[in-house]
């Protein structure tokens, strides 16, 4: 049927259900731009109890919404490449703590969890070969799915090379960034800038860590 080919592919994955390309493009060797993304979360209300749901798309800025760590949160993610197509999607959360070392230093780390993903895992598609022109990813999640964790040592090396192990404990937690990546035909990544949710009382948006890593 050629490069514009129409398909449709279902994957049922962990959390959500990946609805994963319809037209196909031809990708392009010379195109080093990543997708165009969009991030939609449902299921946030506000202090009066209404929807309030939180839209961005790959224009706009960041966001901070403060929702309990039980709620149910449906997350649509969609990229759209018409030059190389979309190779992959997925729907990261990062629970980011401030943690503090024995030897004074601090630093931020971060639990990954991916919620949902659809696509090639790796590589690049050979030269004239089709891609969907775009794919969408939808899952329903929690925060609270996406634990914050200890925080792991380090280890540090002195003048004389020896090293040892440094402890860690935390001191804030930071809440949780959902984000999209996403990879055309040729590997390019392009990413939503997504949503920082912390918890607390409605409308807080109380941000226990003084920096947030981006």
Not at 196 to 204: A, I
């Amino acid at each position: 049927m050629g490069p514009h080919a129409f398909c449709l592919t279902f994957a049922l994955v962990s959390m959500g259900l990946l609805l994963a390309g319809c037209q196909t493009v031809t990708v392009q060797a010379d195109d080093k731009t990543g997708p165009t993304t969009k991030l939609e979360i449902t299921g946030i209300l506000d202090d009066h109890g209404n929807p309030d749901p939180v839209f961005n798309d790959s224009g706009c800025c960041n966001r901070r919404r403060s929702v309990p760590d039980l709620a149910p949160l449906t997350i649509a993610a969609s990229a759209e490449d018409p030059e190389s197509g979309v190779r992959d999607i997925a729907v990261w959360i990062w629970a980011i703590k401030r943690c503090r070392y024995d030897d004074s230093t601090a630093d931020f780390q971060i639990t990954q969890s991916t919620v949902a993903a659809a696509g090639t895992a790796s590589g690049t598609y050979p030269p004239g070969s089709s891609a969907p022109l775009s794919r969408s990813s939808t899952a329903t999640v929690r925060m609270a799915d996406t634990p914050y964790g200890a925080c792991n040592p380090k280890t540090v090396t002195d003048a004389s090379g020896q090293t040892r192990v440094v402890a860690a404990q935390p001191t804030g937690f930071c809440g949780r960034r959902v984000f999209i990546v996403t990879q055309n035909g040729n590997a390019y990544q392009g990413s939503s800038k997504g949503v920082l949710f912390t918890t607390g009382p409605f409308g807080s948006n109380n941000q226990p860590c003084n920096e947030i890593p981006n």
